[in-house]
């Protein structure tokens, strides 16, 4: 459960990018968060991941205030939460495996343990046959299903994507937001940023619509 309780951040230049923003998301969510460029989204997801904090109000996630959160616990905070990017930011000269493991071998996980959370993870976004391939022989669809695997290898509670299907075509961006659901239905709190109110508007989720930083929608 993730809930924001009148929170406001205003960046040090002086732009408020959010503006007493409360809502609740749910322990088996799947939520949108939608509004146009410079509405807040990005701002919403880094107060989560503890890239930014609030200028006022709280942010507390299963039981935890984030404002308690210390620096030094903070690369403990981010192991809960998995991230997906518009561009990936995948290592180039790295294969598809490499990619995957990389969260693992940070966080100083065991050989073995790495190839079989590597392999599961691959097999969930329909990867395994390309686990030695670099990212650049892949497709754009492809180069996102591994940002996905590296996303949830740790197997995080929180899965947040910044405009996921950005760059890819409508039947891609439909496959890539059915892996979202597949891992939200297993237990994953999903919160998803895009801009692309067609595709959103057709799944059965809840819509958060930002404004100006401001929270005008949070319903279905
Ligand atoms: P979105 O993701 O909806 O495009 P952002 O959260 O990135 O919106 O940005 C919200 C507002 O905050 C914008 O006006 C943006 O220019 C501003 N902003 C974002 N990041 C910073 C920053 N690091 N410093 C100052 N202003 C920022
Ligand atoms: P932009 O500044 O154009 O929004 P960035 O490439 O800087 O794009 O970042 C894209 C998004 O990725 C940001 O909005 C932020 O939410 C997230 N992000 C940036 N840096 C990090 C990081 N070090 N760890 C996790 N997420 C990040």
């Not at 503006?19 to 410079?38: I, M, P, W, Y």
């Not at 990017?85 to 100083?108: K, S, W, Y």
């Not at 180069?143 to 075509?169: M, S």
């Amino acid at each position: 459960m993730i809930t924001f309780d009148r929170v406001s951040k205003r960046y040090a230049e002086g732009h408020e990018a959010l503006r007493e923003v409360s809502v609740e998301l749910g322990r088996d969510e799947l939520v949108f968060l939608t509004g146009h460029s410079g509405a807040g989204k990005s701002t919403l997801l880094r107060l989560i991941m503890l890239i930014e904090r609030p200028t006022r109000g709280q942010i507390i996630i299963d039981g935890e205030n984030l404002a308690k959160v210390k620096a030094r616990g903070i690369p403990r905070h981010r192991r809960n939460i998995g991230v997906v990017f518009q561009n990936h930011q995948l290592l180039f000269d790295r294969t598809v495996f490499d990619n995957v493991a990389l969260p693992l071998v940070i966080a100083g996980y065991e050989h073995r343990e790495i190839g079989r959370r590597v392999r599961a993870a691959l097999d969930k976004v329909g990867l395994l046959a390309r686990e030695r391939a670099l990212p650049i022989t892949l497709s754009g669809g492809e180069q996102q299903r591994v940002g996905i695997a590296r996303a949830v290898v740790a197997k995080p509670r929180i899965l947040l994507a910044d405009e996921p299907t950005g760059n890819l075509d409508p039947a891609l961006s439909a496959e890539i937001m059915q892996l979202f659901e597949a891992f939200n239905q297993v237990g994953v709190t999903v919160v998803i940023a895009s801009h692309d109110l067609a595709l959103i508007s057709r799944l059965r989720h809840r819509i958060l619509t930002l404004r100006e930083g401001r929270l005008v929608s949070s319903g279905g």
